[in-house]
């Protein structure tokens, strides 16, 4: 418990968390507005208004390449090669140094949903008025599309936190991870359909975040919301592994 208190100590103690939680909350808000005016009335189910608050489906929330870009950035100062010794003469095993950060960067992106979803859904009040409660409230299949909003970015954050260890916060590095699910994937998917056979064109939809886009639907067809979550979560785990054994052997 020592290596997550100090994680959570550390976290809360850097003037930059703050700042970047604040701009991850409006960042979020500002996405919603942009949509809420977009739509113009007020959705009829509960369905159309959780998918106004999350932004999806058929789009990537924004704030998902936004944890990632914000928790592989934050890696830089901590992986430097004259800070990195510091944390490892505090705890020296390192396995749990970063089985900590997993943890806590994991309950950090389930409080920053959490409070993402609440701004959203304020501001989708303040632009559509305050019937927008009666849909968006616990009325299914509300509840799970936003569970499974919750469980996205969860998974985007620990992927982000894999990434930057892996590449010591660098920001090219991150920036082009953040990339992936609002351009890179698009790109293979369009390559995919104009030139690849039939029988390989169904592969497009196991992108990972392409999948994991179906955790926002509770429509027929395609993935179901568990196996697109999975898919993500299988990518997240190869490469936390990949990035434990990095840090465990990482010269400091």
Do not use: H, N
């Not at 489906?57 to 914000?70: C, E, K, Q, S, W």
């Not at 260890?165 to 104009?194: F, H």
């Amino acid at each position: 418990m020592s290596a997550i208190g100090y994680e959570l100590v550390r976290a809360r103690s850097l003037r930059t968390t703050w700042w970047g939680l604040l701009g991850l909350l409006a960042l979020t808000a500002g996405a919603t507005w942009v949509a809420a005016r977009q739509t113009g009335a007020v959705p009829i189910g509960s369905a159309e208004a959780a998918r106004l608050v999350t932004a999806g489906p058929g789009r990537t929330p924004v704030l998902i390449p936004a944890i990632m870009l914000a928790t592989a950035l934050a890696c830089a100062r901590e992986q430097r090669r004259e800070a990195l010794p510091t944390l490892l003469l505090a705890l020296p095993r390192r396995g749990r140094v970063y089985l900590a950060k997993v943890l806590g960067t994991a309950l950090a992106a389930v409080a920053v949903a959490v409070l993402a979803v609440a701004a959203s859904v304020g501001t989708a009040r303040a632009v559509l008025g305050p019937t927008f409660l009666d849909t968006a409230a616990i009325q299914a299949p509300a509840p799970q599309i936003l569970a499974g909003f919750v469980a996205y970015v969860l998974l985007a954050a620990v992927l982000g936190l894999a990434i930057g260890t892996l590449s010591r916060g660098a920001p090219l590095i991150a920036i082009v991870a953040a990339s992936l699910p609002v351009g890179v994937e698009r790109l293979i998917a369009a390559a995919v359909s104009a030139g690849a056979p039939p029988a390989y064109r169904d592969l497009v939809r196991y992108l990972p975040f392409r999948a994991a886009d179906r955790m926002l639907t509770v429509a027929d067809g395609g993935l179901s919301p568990v196996v697109g979550g999975s898919v993500l979560a299988g990518t997240t785990l190869v490469l936390t592994v990949l990035a434990l054994i990095t840090f465990v052997r990482r010269r400091a």
